[in-house]
């Protein structure tokens, strides 16, 4: 059916009702709820399962108090670099366990970033349930999943078909990137979930314009700004899809919305946007002129004079221009935000990908982080769905609406491959999963008796998916595709979240607890909690080196001896912190412990933490080859070996 044959057949005035909505599943089986469901619980209890087994991770430390912070201080500036939606709604039924707050104090010092220090002294308050907070701060990121595979199935349904739906339902509900984050504390999966609400707001608001459509749609679209500022792009890409739209049918229907109505309703959808922004701020310092704001990146203040040193340099390139005197319709805190995870972006950092180091980032490094962490199975239906797209073959709709699904796509992976002051995380471009799922799910076409062949090439890979997907369970975060190796050999392509960021620690307790003989323990935990936490004593491995700014008391670098276990992320060479077992927290430099990939692990903790068993010659073959001295006696050493 022509676009224009869609408009004539639509009866009435151009507004959304529940029927009009509900048009597409009007021939849906009663059997597809059943079948959406079960998807759906299998879901839940593959992230349930999760929940329970692996440890906080790294930035969730620091969403969980500074969730806590907002909704007791009443203050936003702890992890200022994202909003506060998420965290929120995560830690309040934590708030009903009534946690010990009192190591928790935010400050408003744009340089420090105060949920770290804090995250650690919360676990020490809270320490004998501190997991159960864990687990149950971790139940929102269910409801966000759920919410986003639903969303996935009715707009696959509205522009293809059911069968359709339930495809890219399959494709949300069993992909290890939506599992691995659906079951944190962190904004990434209420941001791609929120982003994907947003869009199909708008779609079908272009779809029956009215005024209600537009206000439910700028609500969405404000609540979107609120988990995560990736989405602002959406300010952008709005304006383009209406143009486009109009365009689309302007010789289709001539009774669709007028251009100066649909300006109006813009208009409604950009303030109802900036009040939800104000009010999940508390519209805390909203509208101070933008002269008044002191900033760090040099986007928003500038280059900083010459003689400025420090690392964080307060300035504003607008305090002497007429743009200083205007107000800035956004909390003070929002902005901070941006202007804060700017900085991060433009001061740098090294950055690994496939063995090598590097200050910076690769604009590919996205697409190679996707290439390997997808299964190869939606890989695959992907690329065929944008081909089906690109030839407008099986599913002949609009043009206009294949581009709700691919510029989103497009534009976030521009976006994020265009910051290469560091690639650490494949999470950034996680809000292009649900369109990406969408663009594949029109092969549903295909599940059909008259094209069984070719329905059954997409059943297989769609199972092949699953299968790949199940068979690493609970370990997700940890996901790599056959391609790549699996996650056995993750390490070699991807380190820091994309496949280790302190989530196997209590797999390693149970390793300890069944071999006590693995005693003391040398172990470099990636982490920003103690590990002492969940019972695990310790002391750090000797460093690979001595250096002036390190001290790890060590009276002598290079391998000795002993048990060790240690976080991939230290052995392919990255800097980081680690508790010392005596309390504190030491700076890891890079390289220090890349020693230890001459030994080969006696067991691994989940895919992250390796665990080491070195003897006294396999010490000195290792030193000798360094250019160490020999070892000749240890009291650590041990021939116990599990």
């Not at 409604?268 to 939800?276: E, H, N, R």
């Not at 743009?323 to 929002?334: I, N, Q």
């Not at 599913?395 to 976006?415: H, K, M, N, S, Y």
């Amino acid at each position: 059916m022509s676009f224009a044959q869609q408009f004539k057949e639509n009866k009435g005035p151009r507004i959304a009702s529940l029927g009009q909505v509900a048009q597409s599943l009007h021939f849906m089986p009663k059997s597809v709820p059943v079948l959406i469901t079960i998807i759906l619980l299998i879901h839940v209890a593959l992230l349930l399962d999760c929940m329970g087994k692996n440890f906080v991770t790294v930035d969730e430390a620091g969403h969980l108090v500074a969730g806590i912070s907002h909704w007791t201080t009443g203050t936003y500036s702890m992890y200022r670099v994202n909003p506060p939606l998420p965290r929120m709604l995560a830690v309040l039924p934590v708030l009903l366990l009534h946690p010990n707050t009192q190591g928790i104090q935010p400050t408003p010092a744009l340089g420090e970033r105060a949920e770290w220090r804090c995250a650690n002294q919360f676990a020490l308050d809270n320490a004998s349930r501190y997991l159960d907070i864990l687990f149950v701060a971790r139940l929102a990121g269910i409801l966000w999943s759920c919410l986003g595979g639903w969303l996935v199935f009715r707009w696959a349904s509205d522009l293809y078909s059911y069968r359709a739906g339930i495809l890219g339902l399959v494709f949300w509900c069993f992909d290890p990137n939506i599992l691995a984050n659906a079951q944190m504390v962190t904004p990434d999966v209420p941001a791609t979930v929120a982003g994907l609400a947003a869009m199909y707001c708008f779609w079908r608001y272009l779809r029956w314009p009215s005024w209600n459509l537009a206000l439910i749609a700028g609500l969405v679209l404000g609540i979107a700004q609120l988990t995560k500022f990736t989405l602002l792009y959406l300010y952008a890409l709005w304006p383009l899809l209406w143009l486009l739209y109009r365009w689309q049918i302007r010789t289709a229907d001539t009774s669709y919305v007028s251009f100066w109505v649909q300006i109006w309703h813009g208009l409604l959808m950009a303030i109802v946007s900036l009040v939800i922004i104000n009010l999940g701020y508390e519209c805390q310092e909203t509208c101070n002129p933008l002269g008044k704001y002191v900033f760090v990146s040099r986007t928003l203040g500038g280059e900083p004079s010459p003689d400025v040193t420090h690392a964080i340099a307060p300035i504003n390139r607008f305090r002497d221009s007429w743009l200083g005197s205007l107000p800035v319709p956004v909390p003070a805190e929002f902005l901070a935000g941006i202007d804060r995870q700017k900085f991060d972006f433009e001061r740098g950092w090294h950055s690994y990908l496939r063995g090598e180091w590097r200050y910076g980032g690769w604009w590919y490094y996205y697409l190679y982080g996707l290439a390997v962490k997808m299964p190869l199975g939606i890989i695959s239906l992907i690329v065929c769905g944008l081909i089906a797209t690109l030839v407008r073959y099986p599913c002949r709709i609009p043009t206009v609406d294949e581009c709700f699904l691919w510029l989103p796509v497009l534009i976030v992976l521009v976006l994020v491959s265009s910051q290469t002051g560091f690639n650490h995380h494949l999470r950034y471009v996680l809000p292009i999963f649900p369109f990406a799922f969408l663009g594949a799910s029109k092969l549903a076409y295909f599940l059909s008796f008259q094209h069984w062949k070719t329905g059954f090439i997409v059943l297989l890979l769609a199972m092949w998916s699953m299968t790949s997907t199940l068979l690493i369970h609970p370990h997700y975060l940890s996901y790599f595709n056959e391609a790549a190796g699996g996650a056995e050999n993750g390490h070699y392509h991807l380190i820091d979240s994309n496949i280790d960021w302190g989530q196997d620690l209590l797999f390693l307790k149970a390793w300890l607890d069944q071999y006590s003989e693995a005693r003391p323990l040398g172990l470099a935990y990636y982490n920003v909690v103690d590990p002492r936490i969940v019972g695990i004593c310790f002391t750090l491995p000797p460093p690979g080196q001595i250096t002036g700014a390190q001290n790890l008391d060590a009276s002598e670098p290079g391998p000795r001896p002993g048990y060790y276990a240690l976080d991939v992320n230290f052995i392919r060479g990255s800097s980081f912190i680690a508790a010392d077992g005596k309390g504190r927290f030491r700076h890891i430099p890079m390289h220090q412990y890349e020693y230890f990939q001459h030994f080969q692990p006696i067991a691994k903790a989940g895919y992250s933490i390796y665990i080491y068993h070195i003897t006294l010659d396999e010490a000195n073959r290792v030193r000798r080859a360094l250019g160490l001295p020999l070892l000749r006696d240890v009291n650590i050493f041990t021939e116990n070996k599990p």
